[in-house]
């Protein structure tokens, strides 16, 4: 799960790393407010789910409460890659000196987080990685102890931190490791974490990625989920249990099982059809939940036509067609639906899709031609 | 021959007196697989599938000389009832749980590590080892014994071409689901090098998917196998950034493409079905070079 630059420095400051005052504004009027309370020259963040807001317009600066309102008026409302902003974060402006990049990251091959490092901070870190990959410094963080003091240090030295700030930053690196571990996140970063000019160490962004699988251990961060203004449909889905992603085609597609449903996504893509989301409805639906999921992906006005492909093991073929004929009176009249059954029950199932008068096919190829070809018709009418 | 699962394989079921459980114990038992015993703390004593049930693993290990274990515990207590496993003396691990938080993965893969246990999964359907049982929940009638070992990272995408394997009359020795998490316990490659010490097995089919680059290890390791290898990748069509229903399912950056992965395999000489059909072809030309 995504989290707000303000949520993940909520989390830092838990761990106590040390972030700019501020708060959360959601009209022009409480960023005064906010910049009055704070005092001094303030910084006017974009809160979207987003990176590259500095180069969208997303980060203004104010140097006086009249200011921040009008940076404020400026960004809320403005869209940036798709994404219209609701809030805005506003902290008091740092002097900044040095920038540095602290980052944790779920690393597969190592089974274990990686602490990465730069002294190439405020950038993006993917382009460091591929322009200057030797100035990032990585080390897996054993999980029977954590991220210990000196390691943290060490790592800081070898990537050739100023003295300045590896004792500061060590202690921050070390409270992110315990921050990474004990939320449960995917991703952990600091960039940049900076050196002011009156020598304080301090993060000055921050994001964090939390594991959708834990939120059930992290009640309080849980509740920050919130809907992604690109993706109503996805968030939406997400609080019915269907897995669900959007894409942009027209042939609605559900099946069931992950490696099922993206290779009947790229046989319907080899069928000249376009994909128009992934939809896996698990293992052992039963008719309600196979009903729910075709009227959910008709509710995207972009799909044309619904393929349903089901390999019958613990799912049984009967409930998939009792499922797709109890929804027939939901859909849209005259839209296009080809079933794909096999396994446990399909011929069972076969044969009330033939008493509904709906269309199925021998196989997953079959299927998919049968549903892109009835599209291509529709379109033709 | 065949790997990992065969007659001296006795199995224990983590979790036997769930819904899920009892049911899979059921369908692994009709497979002729030795489930001997199972485990839910709090009901030791009691039975459940006509097996005894313990209230820890290392009961049902003294009493029962087990060496496998499958774990259908939920999401939350699953990886401890991996380390349980591992630390009682269980060498072969099945773990079809779902949804384990990838962090209590990772600390328990220290432990099965610390043992010299092999973990399949997490979120896995596990394996199958036609004509001598399943551990699992694998749909058994639609495997035939023969001489093509399968790996695959999905489920339903693995019944699904062994069903056409089968059609083509091509059998399997064994079929093992990786799972579809992030941190898996073993790899391809871990069972690319059983296989290729399998007197049975004279192809392999490899099933991946995108997300993370153990494709690409596999390839690199395929260069060095002996036995020929047949692959297909699913996530063609899937953009970057969004997770496919698995947890590993996710292109992130430019790593983790199915592009990638078809052109490092292809590179290690390996032929990629285009689509799933084309499979049982590529694998009897795959069977007949080796002849």
């Known amino acids: 799960m995504k989290i707000h630059e303000y949520q993940a420095k909520e989390i830092l400051a838990r761990y106590g790393i040390p972030i700019q005052p501020g708060r959360v504004a959601y009209t022009p009027e409480e960023a005064e407010a906010i910049a009055r309370e704070l005092g001094g020259p303030v910084v006017i963040k974009a809160q979207v789910y987003v990176g590259g807001r500095g180069k969208a317009g997303g980060i203004q600066f104010g140097n006086t409460p009249a200011e921040a309102r009008a940076a404020a008026a400026r960004v809320l409302g403005m869209n940036i890659k798709g994404l219209v902003v609701q809030k805005v974060l506003v902290v008091s402006k740092l002097e900044i000196q040095e920038e540095y990049y602290l980052g944790i990251v779920l690393d597969r091959k190592t089974q274990a987080p990686v602490v990465m490092v730069s002294t190439a901070g405020g950038v993006d870190i993917e382009e460091v990685a591929a322009t200057t990959p030797e100035k990032i410094i990585k080390q897996p963080i054993d999980l029977r102890w954590g991220l210990r003091p000196f390691e943290a240090r060490n790592i800081l030295a070898r990537a050739g931190f100023p003295s300045a700030v590896i004792a500061r930053g060590g202690t921050i690196l070390t409270a992110l490791a315990q921050a990474f571990i004990e939320s449960d996140a995917n991703l952990a970063e600091i960039n940049p974490l900076v050196l002011t000019r009156d020598g304080q160490v301090q993060a000055a962004d921050a994001k964090i990625v939390l594991d959708d699988n834990a939120l059930y251990r992290h009640r309080d961060y849980a ?90 093991g613990i799912t049984r ?45 021998k196989d997953m190829r079959d299927a998919a031609q049968k549903i892109v070809a009835a599209i291509q018709a529709k379109e033709k009418e | 021959m065949s790997i990992l699962l065969d007659e001296q394989t006795r199995v224990i079921v983590q979790g036997i007196t769930g819904r899920e459980g009892s049911y899979h114990t059921t369908r692994m038992l009709e497979a002729g697989t030795k489930v001997v015993a199972g485990v839910t703390p709090g009901k030791g004593g009691q039975s459940a599938c006509g097996l005894p049930v313990f209230d820890t693993v290392a009961e049902a290990k003294a009493a029962t000389d087990a060496n496998a274990s499958c774990i259908f515990v939920p999401p939350a207590g699953a990886a401890d009832a991996i380390m349980e496993a591992a630390s009682a003396g269980i060498k072969l691990i099945v773990c ?121 290890d596999a390839a690199e390791f395929i260069k060095t196998m002996r036995k020929p290898v047949v692959a297909f990748i699913s996530g063609r069509t899937a953009p970057p950034g969004k997770r496919m229903g698995h947890a590993g399912a996710i292109i992130s950056g430019n790593t983790g493409t199915a592009q990638g992965k078809v052109a490092a395999l292809q590179a290690a000489g390996v032929p990629v079905a285009d689509t799933i059909f084309d499979i049982p072809d590529l694998v009897k030309a795959a069977l007949a070079k080796k002849a």
């Not at chain 1, 849209?332 to 446990?344: K, Y």
């Not at chain 2, 092999?118 to 023969?146: A, E, H, R, S």
Request: hydrophobic fraction near 40%.
């Open chain 1, 317 to 361: 073929g009967e409930e998939v067609a009792r499922g797709v004929i109890m929804a027939q009176q939901q859909l849209p009249a005259g839209l296009p639906i080809v079933v794909r059954l096999s396994g446990t029950g399909a011929e069972e199932g076969r044969a009330m899709l033939k008493d509904a008068g709906l269309d199925w096919g």
């Open chain 2, 96 to 216: 079809i749980t779902e949804f384990i938080p990838v962090l209590d993965t990772a600390r328990a893969m220290l432990v099965v590590r610390e043992h010299g246990a092999t973990l399949i999964g997490p979120n896995c359907p596990g394996l199958c080892t036609p004509g001598k049982g399943k551990i699992g929940i694998m749909p058994y009638q639609i495997f035939t014994p023969g001489p093509v070992g399968f790996i695959s990272r999905s489920g339903t995408l693995t019944y699904e071409i062994v069903a056409l394997l089968t059609e083509a009359g091509i059998g399997q020795s064994t079929c093992i689901g990786i799972g579809g998490d992030p941190v898996i316990g073993s790899t391809f490659v871990d069972h690319l090098k059983l296989f290729e010490q399998d007197p049975q097995t004279q192809a392999v089919v490899l099933c991946g998917e995108i997300g993370g680059s153990d494709e690409e």
């Open chain 1, 223 to 312: 509740a920050w989920e919130e809907p992604e203004e690109a993706n109503p449909l996805e968030f939406e889905a997400h609080k019915e249990g269907l897995t669900y992603v959007k894409l942009n085609g027209n042939v609605g597609i559900i099946g069931n099982g992950a490696g099922l449903v993206m290779t009947t996504l790229d046989m319907v893509a080899a069928c000249g059809g376009k994909p128009a989301n992934f939809l896996d409805i698990g293992g052992g639906a039963r008719a309600e939940v196979m009903a729910k999921a075709l009227t959910f992906v008709a509710r995207d006005p972009d799909v044309k036509g619904i393929l349903v492909n089901i390999f019958g």
